[in-house]
């Protein structure tokens, strides 16, 4: 709506000028026209979307094309404040430029799925891990499961993942075992056994696949 008001301004004042006919005046008047354009552009609250500033750009060419045809009728000194409202346009459309950018850009990191969210979810269940990962839903009664599914979700997709996939999964690990040394009182010996005997199969599968990982993506990377 702003930019709107802003196009009818401009052809308002446009309007007001149309008496003038001599060459000169006339060139004046164009010139005028575009300073005042690019002050209204200045003085508007920022829209930074691209639509937005489409409008705002298409207004200025077709005033500056106009403007730039009469330049032999200006003075020097108008010419000079010619130059000078081309210029402050051009900083207003760096600074706009830039911020639809940045806007987008966040917009697109935003509309990404967290993938360390999803690898938890994949690994523990959906929303059992948050992300201070103190594992509290975790006792000795239900940790072995715990184990079990997590060592058996990494064994099922351990070729799938990638350097950082397995990277995220040692944090989680860590975490997990920081989870037993709380609850460890409360472990049965057959489960702690069992756990034993899981981080053991764990080991196992990162040492093999994780390192494997890494060597594949170094070759990559240098090909």
Not at 72 to 101: C, F, G, H, R
Not at 111 to 120: H, V
Not at 182 to 197: F, H, R, T, W, Y
Request: charged letters at 30%.
């Amino acid at each position: 709506m702003k930019v709107i008001k802003l196009l009818v301004l401009a052809a308002i004042v446009s309007t007001g000028f149309a008496s003038c006919n001599s060459a000169s005046k006339n060139a004046q008047k164009e010139a005028e026209v575009l300073s005042i354009y690019v002050d209204s552009v200045d003085g508007l609250t920022p829209v930074y979307s691209a639509e937005s500033w489409n409008l705002i750009d298409d207004g200025y060419r077709e005033r500056v094309l106009v403007a730039e045809a009469n330049t032999a009728d200006l003075s020097a000194d108008e010419k000079v404040k010619l130059e000078e409202s081309k210029a402050k346009y051009e900083n207003l459309k760096a600074k706009y430029e830039l911020n639809i950018k940045e806007m987008e850009s966040a917009a697109l990191a935003s509309s990404k799925p967290n993938y360390k969210m999803l690898l938890r979810d994949r690994l523990f269940g959906e929303g059992k891990v948050g992300d201070d990962m103190k594992f509290l839903y975790v006792t000795g009664d239900n940790i072995r499961g715990v184990y079990e599914n997590f060592v058996d979700q990494v064994a099922d997709k351990k070729s799938d993942f990638t350097r950082e996939d397995w990277d995220e999964i040692n944090v989680l690990y860590e975490a997990l075992d920081t989870r037993k040394n709380v609850v460890e009182p409360n472990l049965s010996s057959k489960d702690n056994m069992k756990i034993a005997g899981l981080k053991v199969r764990y080991a196992s599968i990162a040492a093999t696949h994780r390192g494997g990982t890494k060597v594949d993506e170094n070759k990559e990377a240098k090909q």
